[in-house]
């Protein structure tokens, strides 16, 4: 079990004991001790717990089983939007990594700033966002940020970085994994709100209509192997648009999205139609399918080379192989073998969900 907090912690901070399905957008989770970090005083206590860090809970796989290290999610401190003047031209919005994601947004339009509007429909705090860089065919979260405020690994203090000394990438911030994003400055350009206002609700529409959002998931489940092959269009070419392993079920509307339609899906569902078609797409396209969803408590092999997994048959590894196999009948009912759920699991403890 996690050790205790101290009892100021717990008089100005929220501490309880709790299942991570409630918590996630995939309404799946164990239990594990969570605790709001409200008082930023309290920083240095909360990151010498080595605790995982929540967000919104989305772009996450939390495993069934009791976690053992606390969760931490920010509170109060750090959920602000504050309008700082302009800056070189520019005006400049300071925002908390509490802070929801399309409160950020709508706050920007109305102050007609344009930018973040292009990640309308994003489910995510600020924190989440920055982390993972998260975003859209139109832009990328870090595009409008000039700097963050963090604390990196091995550090107990915040400080502030510019963003011209990040290297981000497609779903990569640029800094040391394990750095707790607490706030950020965005530097942004005016634009007319109501074109602004126009342009959010049509990227929200554009979701709504392409992605499975009235159902509990933890949106897109693999990075886009490249841009002329997208992770969705891959899968559906696979075969496993509609697949189905327990409660846990590939889309029939978008395949790069698996969905937890009766809210009964088990981590381990969601693990092994993950294994599937990551195995598939190695055997049938010598294609590597890479997480885009961070993964708690769960095997490791949601991070193996795809050559590693066993066939679920056989046991053996995957060969690549030029023939195409038929997996109407496997797809159709809940695979039946007997997978193991124990062995190796992600024990990292920094990850920051959505």
Known sequence: MPAPFSDGFRQRNRVAEERLAGLTTFRIGGPATVAVLDDRADLAEAIAHAPRWLGKGANLLVGDAPLPQPVMRLGRDFDYIRDLGKREGRSIVAAGSATDLAKLISHCIAAGLAGPEGLAGVPATVGGALRMNAGTVHCWTLDFVSRVEVVLPGRDAPEWIERGSMAAAYRCNGLPPGTIFLGCELALEPGDPAVLKERGAKLKKAKADTQPLALP??????????????????????????????????????????????RDALAMDVVRLVRRIRRTAFRERGIVLEMEVEAWNCPDELRAHPSELPDESSGRPVVRSSGRQDLTDACATPNASGDPTTGQTDDRTTGQGQ
């Open 217 to 262: 998931s933890a949106g897109c489940v693999f990075k886009n192997p490249s841009k002329e092959t997208p992770a969705g269009r891959l899968v559906d070419q696979l075969g496993l648009k509609g697949c189905r392993i327990g409660g846990a079920e590939v889309s029939p509307v978008h395949a790069n999205f698996i969905v937890n339609p009766g």
